[in-house]
């Protein structure tokens, strides 16, 4: 689904926060979308809280466990939101479905992680549970957000 209209990105980011996104919605391009929504309205820091946050209790939702395996990925979501935020800084005059439009042809890759980081090092516990910067392109890292440390949300609904 390409999301091209303001009613479907709210529909979308509608049913990520009451956690009733089917699965079977919850692609690649729903998750930069939804991460889309909380860039273009928050400061970095609280829209990284409100993505994890919220991928955690979907993830919860769907019956998918937070683990030190599975779920739930610190590493690729600071990323993702940081090439999220990139984009808009670069496209300065687009609205929301503009920019929604432009993530389905600029960041559609899954793989593009994997430019920055070893497969070794992104998919390693410590990468799943906080956040590290890459070890194939430091720069990627730094740029341009500083992360600032956020506790991460817990391994399981009760703490």
């Known amino acids: 689904m390409r999301f091209d209209s303001i009613e479907k990105i709210n529909d979308l980011v509608a049913a990520f926060e009451s956690r009733s996104l089917p699965k079977s919605e919850w692609t690649h391009l729903a998750h930069l979308t939804v991460g889309l929504h909380y860039c273009f309205g928050h400061p970095f820091g609280v829209a990284k809280n409100l993505m994890s946050d919220g991928i955690y ?6 019956g998918t466990p937070n683990t030190e395996t599975s779920g739930y990925h610190e590493t ?18 687009d609205d929301i479905v503009q920019l929604a439009v432009r993530l389905g ?13 070893s497969r070794e090092l992104l998919f390693s516990t410590e990468a799943r549970r906080a956040f590290v910067p890459p070890d194939l392109d430091p720069e990627q890292g730094t740029d ?4 600032p440390e956020l506790t991460t949300p817990a391994l399981s609904p009760t703490g």
Request: aromatic share 12%.
């Open 144 to 147: 341009p957000f500083e992360v």
């Open 57 to 62: 209790w979907l993830n919860d939702a769907h």
């Open 76 to 93: 690729l979501t600071v990323f993702w939101l940081n090439e999220i935020s990139s984009m808009i800084e670069r496209n300065p005059g």
């Open 105 to 117: 042809d600029e960041l559609n890759d899954t793989k593009l992680a994997l430019k920055h980081y």
